[in-house]
C-alpha cells in the first residue's frame, strides 16, 4: 500500500525564515496533494502536483514534485504567523477493487515565532 | 456559498450507544469521505462514496457505516462495536475521486467518549 512519510514532524522557526517540508513515498507518485490545517478545524487545499519536476506556487509557499516522482517539497519563503499550522500531503492511490482515493501523511506540525 | 458542513461540532456519546455525524455539502460533489484524525496517526480513510447509493470501506471501517441515499449527504454512525471512537471526525468531497482542486473539508466533529 502506499505510504507517505512526511519530515520533519514539527518545527519552530523565527517569523521571517524560510523553512522546507518534505513528504517522501514508498511509490511512485501519479497525484501530490498539499493541504494545511489550522488545529481542530479542517484542511484547506493548497496545490496539487502531477508531473514530474513540476513546480507550483501559492502566495509564497511553493511545492516541488521530484522528478523521479517519489518525493516532494514545500517551501515557504519569509514565514509569517499566518503560516502557523499543519501541512499534510496526500497521494492518489488506487485499492484492490479499482477504486481512486487519496492517502495522507502524519502532517508537519509548524509554529511561527513573532 | 457552497460548502461542506459537519454537525455538531462537538459531540459527547456514553460507551454503548450509537450516534450519527452529519455531512452536507451543497457543491454538487459526487464524491464524499470520511476520515478520522488521531494524535500521531494522521488522517485515515474510514468509508467513502463516489456516487449515491455506492459505498466503499476505507481502511478503519469496522465500528462505523454510512448511507448515501442523497448525493448532499454522507452521514457517519459511530457504533458501539468501535472499540476507540474517541477521535476528530473529517467528512470531504470532490467532484471526482482524483480532483485536480483537492477535497473540500468541512470543519470537523470532535467525538467524545464518556
Known amino acids: 500500500s502506499q505510504e507517505l512519510e512526511q519530515s520533519p514532524q514539527s518545527l519552530i522557526v523565527q517569523e521571517g525564515k524560510n523553512l522546507t517540508i518534505n513528504c517522501t513515498s514508498s511509490?511512485?507518485?501519479?497525484?501530490l496533494y498539499w493541504y494545511k490545517q489550522k488545529y481542530g478545524e479542517g484542511l484547506i487545499f493548497l496545490m496539487m502536483?502531477?508531473?514530474?519536476?513540476e513546480e507550483k506556487s501559492h502566495e509564497k509557499i511553493t511545492a516541488k514534485l521530484d522528478e523521479k516522482k517519489q518525493q516532494s517539497s514545500l517551501h515557504i519563503t519569509a514565514s509569517q504567523p499566518s503560516h502557523a499550522g499543519i501541512y499534510l500531503c496526500g497521494a492518489d492511490t488506487m485499492n484492490s477493487g479499482g477504486y481512486q482515493k487519496v492517502t495522507f501523511g502524519i502532517g508537519t506540525k509548524l509554529q511561527v515565532i513573532p | 456559498d457552497g460548502g461542506i458542513t459537519q454537525s455538531p461540532k462537538y459531540l459527547f456519546r456514553k460507551e454503548g450507544q450509537n450516534v450519527t455525524l452529519s455531512c452536507e455539502q451543497n457543491?454538487?460533489?459526487?464524491?464524499m469521505y470520511w476520515y478520522r484524525q488521531d494524535p500521531g496517526q494522521g488522517l485515515r480513510l474510514i468509508y467513502y462514496s463516489q456516487i449515491v447509493n455506492d459505498f466503499q470501506k476505507g481502511d478503519i471501517a469496522e465500528g462505523y457505516s454510512v448511507s448515501r441515499e442523497k448525493k448532499e449527504s454522507f452521514p457517519l454512525t459511530v457504533t458501539s462495536a468501535q472499540k476507540n471512537p474517541t477521535a476528530f471526525y473529517l467528512c470531504a468531497s470532490s467532484i471526482a475521486p482524483l480532483d485536480r482542486d483537492g477535497y473540500t473539508f468541512g470543519s470537523g466533529t470532535r467525538l467524545t467518549v464518556v
Open positions: 457543491l454538487n460533489h459526487d464524491a
Open positions: 502536483l502531477q508531473k514530474g519536476g
Open positions: 511509490k511512485t507518485l501519479y497525484g
